[in-house]
Every structure is written in structure tokens, then in C-alpha cells.
């Protein structure tokens, strides 16, 4: 079974940075496309960030674009988000979302895969 585990929320005033993680484990899976997803109390879950499996293409939010930089080891199956210049809004938790081809079926099933969420606060 493939999880995702996402980490390095926490609380920062604003202006300040974070650089969130996300290491994808299990068996028998290859991983294709990488994301990060934010949802703040009260909305509904948006897009932050994506990018290919050979990190040559990324994909913004206008909200974030020139603040939050997406990249990836994919020699360590991980997921990076530094986020810069952060404001209040930007509070939410944060969702890592990978694409992942399973061996694990026949023929392989392509699944969407979710971690728990890391908590971003920016206080005023």
C-alpha cells in the first residue's frame, strides 16, 4: 500500500518561511505527478503546486506564484513546497497529492494518493 506523509507546519508571523515535506512510501508503485493542495477553515480545497515526474514542468497558483517554489528528489520519493513571503491567507493545512501508477494491480491502476495534512498558521 502507498502512503504519503507530509511534515514542517507550524506557526509563523507574516513574512516569514516554510518548507514543507513529502515522502511517499510503500511497494510496488511508480509515481508520476506531485502536488500540494491547501485547505483554509471554512473553503474548499484549492490548488497550490504541481510538478512532473521529472520536475521540469511546475504549476501555480496565482496566489502563490514568485512566494512558493514546488521541487522534488525523486531518488528519495519527495516532495518539497518553500513558501516565502508568507501572509495570513496562506493559513491552511497543506495536503501532499501524488499520482501513483500501483504494480499492485493487474493491469497497474493509477490512484490518487493523499497524506494527512500538515498545519500552516501565519499570524498577523
Known amino acids: 500500500q502507498v502512503q504519503v506523509v507530509e511534515s514542517g507546519g507550524g506557526l509563523v508571523q507574516a513574512g516569514g518561511s516554510l518548507r514543507l515535506s513529502c515522502v511517499a512510501s510503500?511497494?510496488?508503485?511508480?509515481?508520476?505527478?506531485m502536488g500540494w493542495y491547501r485547505q483554509a477553515p471554512g473553503k474548499q480545497r484549492e490548488l497550490v503546486a504541481t510538478?512532473?515526474?521529472?520536475?521540469?514542468?511546475?504549476n501555480y497558483a496565482d496566489s502563490v506564484k514568485g512566494r512558493f517554489t514546488i521541487s522534488r528528489d525523486n531518488a528519495k520519493n519527495t516532495v518539497y513546497l518553500q513558501m516565502n513571503s508568507l501572509k495570513p491567507e496562506d493559513t491552511a493545512v497543506y495536503y501532499c497529492?501524488?499520482?501513483?501508477?500501483?504494480?499492485?494491480?493487474?493491469?497497474?491502476?493509477?490512484?490518487?494518493?493523499w497524506g494527512q495534512g500538515t498545519l500552516v498558521t501565519v499570524s498577523s
Open positions: 510503500g511497494s510496488r508503485f511508480n509515481i508520476n505527478v
Open positions: 497529492n501524488a499520482g501513483v501508477l500501483s504494480d499492485a494491480y493487474a493491469p497497474p491502476r493509477y490512484l490518487e494518493v
Open positions: 510538478i512532473t515526474s521529472g520536475g521540469s514542468h511546475t
